[in-house]
């Protein structure tokens, strides 16, 4: 953890420039000693000076993946939540390999040897979905690489194992060889752009099962949302596992009916970094205060939940499979994690408001699990947190409804697509 220690200097050096900051900001309520304000908007400090967190959608390049360093990095104040998305790729890929392998007499239907799947991609420009897209092509041998990273684009069909994005794969269980072939994967986007599109997922499958029928053993899905789309229209009808990402709780229960498997991505501590950075920077202190570090309520993380990366000013949640044999302590995706779920003292941590918006207010796991979340840590961190929800498919649709930053104290942002990080910060630049 020698990683930390440096981390909690430079933390230290950053919290030292916060309190300033807190303190110079103007606010009245130096009486009680904190350093913090007094419940009213910080309006004396500029609104790029303001606390940032960036969520969920990391800015970086869609198409290369490279980092948006100055997003990042906005102000002192600035972060990242997400979680690991490459610890998540491979776990979720080896959960649906191991599925394979443990239960090869009832996945292989028609038995003719060959393990077909399809797979629903999420959004071929962002990160999360690349990486889950990646981690099952890997898991399963069907990866191809070019310049060094395995291809994650969707390849349309492949009834006949011949696309070049993709190829056969070799599984030996029990003494016998399989061939494992991806026929068939797509990005799930609908007319109007919007992407993850659960609906379009389970539209999908229904074309899918008319071209291959029984060819089809397994499902992948980048996430729940689109897993369970596909297993309400045909799989769980079929007897077909079908594996997603998320957690969410209609996921977790399906388990039960036959839905192979899912991720937790552990958005309970993912919710409350979001809203915990913010925290601390409006109280002036060091930011790995009730992350790394136990509050004063005693609210603090586990050290095996998160990573992070100082070089990316990033928070990462790690992932844990969710299958059959641990579903039960999963059913509630909306739970706060009770190692951090002390209320704060709100002399010292006054109330603050937050401007923070969902991309999308359809998408399943925002809608259904993240923001419940921030609804319920919003309280115990004495935040007033205006929810602004987007038609995922347009920025303005969004910052239209940033018109007076002045009014909050902090920003709390999940970007429709990830190259866009400026069309926020140019607002706050203002
Ligand atoms: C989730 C998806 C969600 C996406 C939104 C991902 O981390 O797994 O379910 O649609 O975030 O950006």
């Known amino acids: 953890m020698r990683k930390k220690t440096a981390f909690l200097t430079l933390a230290l ?46 800015p970086s390049n869609s198409s290369t993946g490279e980092l948006d360093k100055a997003a990042l990095s906005f102000n002192d104040d600035t972060y990242y ?39 629903a991609i999420g959004d071929v420009g962002h990160n999360d979905s ?56 797509q990005e799930m986007k609908n007319n109007s752009g919007a992407t993850w599109d659960a609906a379009t997922a389970g539209n999908g499958i229904g074309t899918w099962a008319s071209s291959f029928g029984e060819q089809i053993d397994v499902i992948a899905s980048n996430n729940d949302g689109m897993g369970m789309s596909m297993f309400n229209s045909w799989s769980k009808d079929n007897d077909v596992p079908t594996f997603g990402y998320d957690a969410n709780s209609d996921a977790v229960a399906a388990i039960a009916e036959g839905y192979g498997g899912t991720i937790s991505q552990h958005a309970d501590v993912q919710a409350y970094l979001t809203l915990r950075v913010l925290r601390n920077a409006l109280d002036g202190v060091d930011v790995d205060t009730g992350i790394g570090t136990a509050d004063e309520a005693g609210n603090v993380l586990a050290e095996d939940t998160y990573t992070y990366s100082e070089e990316d000013r990033s928070y990462y949640a790690l992932n844990v499979a969710v299958t059959a044999e641990n579903y039960e302590d999963f059913t509630d995706s909306t739970m706060v994690y009770e190692p951090v779920s002390k209320q704060l003292d709100a002399a010292k941590s006054p109330e603050k408001k937050v401007w ?44 239209n409804r940033l018109g007076n930053p002045t009014e909050y104290d902090a920003f709390a942002i999940n970007m429709v697509k990830t190259d866009n990080a400026a069309s926020y910060t140019s607002i706050l630049n203002q």
């Open 13 to 58: 050096a950053l919290g030292l420039t916060t309190s300033l900051a807190a303190c110079s900001s103007g606010d009245d309520a130096g009486t009680d000693g904190s350093g913090s304000g007094s419940g009213d908007s910080a309006s004396s400090v500029a609104n790029k000076d303001k606390p940032l967190v960036w969520f969920n959608r990391q």
């Open 81 to 119: 939540v997400g979680f690991d998305a490459n610890q998540g790729a491979e776990v979720q890929g080896t959960m649906i390999k191991e599925y394979i392998e443990e239960n090869i007499a009832t996945v292989d239907k028609n038995g003719d040897g060959i393990i077909g799947y399809v797979l």
């Open 130 to 185: 690349i990486a889950r897209t990646r981690g099952v092509r890997k898991a399963l041998g069907t990866s191809v690489e070019k310049d060094g990273n395995i291809i994650s684009e969707p390849i349309g069909t492949n009834a006949d194992g011949k696309a070049t994005n993709v190829q056969d794969g070799t599984l030996e269980v029990d003494g016998k060889e399989y061939t494992i072939r991806e026929l068939a994967s």
């Open 356 to 399: 923070l918006n969902i991309y999308n207010s359809g998408d399943n796991f925002l809608g259904s699990t993240y923001q419940p979340l921030l609804e319920k840590y919003d309280d115990l961190l004495n935040l007033k947190v205006e929810y602004i929800g987007g038609d995922g498919q347009t920025e303005s649709n969004i910052t």
